[in-house]
């Protein structure tokens, strides 16, 4: 949800940069926050949405609006958290509070097909072909349990604005206010959201998209609080999963799983393509 996010401070005039995008996206930019902003002027797409925002940013380009610009860092800890606080910005959390349907948007990229992208841009039409996902049940349990976790260690740092994916999906005008006024930004525009790109494409419903939903039901049988984001059916926000000392034994042994994934088969039918993966 982090670039639909984007989408939407587009509108609003904030340009968002990302450690991880642009075509710099294999340079490691952790040594300081500062750089994503530094590096981001020269990294960032031409083509992509929010361009014409950051060429004017980049440029210096201010006189008709405040230039803004929001920097996201994908992995995040207390110290960052810290030497944040000694320049007076304003720091903020984002997740998706149902992190089983992150762990499936997370692991469906290693299938490198259009057609199940979270997003895509409006107005380009569908190619008349569906997906489905075969997940290896452990797999998905296992990224599952290391989503929770590092939701754990993002709510430990003490960081006081947090907001859930989930939120700006059910309100977005209301999420973007809460968010634009923490950072003393003016209200929303919502006449300017109306010139929003992308669109959510995949089905709220996993089961529209997993052939194998009953085996990971399964696998997930004693995880109650995973099993519940499993079988959600449409957009809402989930408290955390807390992991009990037997689970986070599970999650260690986890780590090797994770690391080393990688195999996908892809095979089409009657216009279905369905990717296997793990």
């Known amino acids: ?23 710099c996206a294999n340079t490691v930019m952790n040594s300081s926050f500062s ?5 981001g002027c020269g990294c960032y797409t031409d083509g ?23 920097g996201v860092v994908a992995d995040f800890s207390e110290q960052m958290l810290r030497s944040l606080e000694v320049t007076g910005a304003t ?43 075969y997940i290896n049940p452990t797999l998905l349990l296992c990224q599952s349990l290391s989503l929770a976790n590092g939701v754990h260690v993002m709510r430990q740092t003490g960081m006081r604005h947090i907001f859930d994916y989930e939120t700006f999906q059910i309100d977005g005008v209301g999420a973007l206010r809460m968010l634009l006024k923490l950072v003393d930004a003016s209200g929303v525009n919502v006449a300017a959201l109306q010139n929003s790109r992308m669109r959510k494409t995949l089905p ?46 599970v999650l260690a042994r986890c780590n090797h799983m994770l690391e080393a994934y990688g195999s996908t088969n892809l095979s089409t039918s009657n216009g279905t393509t369905r990717c296997s993966i793990g």
Request: proline share 1%; glycine share 6%; hydrophobic share 35%.
């Open 1 to 23: 949800g982090s670039m639909w996010l984007a989408d939407l401070l587009s509108t609003q005039n904030i340009s968002v940069f990302f450690e991880f995008y642009g075509r």
């Open 35 to 39: 750089s994503v902003f530094d590096t």
């Open 48 to 70: 992509h949405a929010v361009g014409s925002v950051k060429r004017r940013y980049c440029a210096g380009d201010c006189s008709h609006k405040a230039c803004r610009a929001v």
């Open 91 to 133: 720091t903020v959390g984002l997740h998706r509070s149902n992190i089983v349907k992150q762990a499936v948007s997370i692991l469906k990229e290693k299938c490198h097909i259009p057609v199940i992208k979270n997003h895509l841009i409006r107005n380009v039409k569908d190619n008349g072909t569906s997906a489905k996902l």
């Open 204 to 249: 709220d419903q996993l089961g529209q998209l997993l052939v194998n939903l009953e085996e990971i039901q399964q696998e997930f049988g004693e995880y109650p609080c995973l099993r519940e984001m499993l079988d959600d059916t449409k957009s809402k926000s989930h408290a955390s999963c807390k992991l009990n000392s037997s689970q986070a034994h």
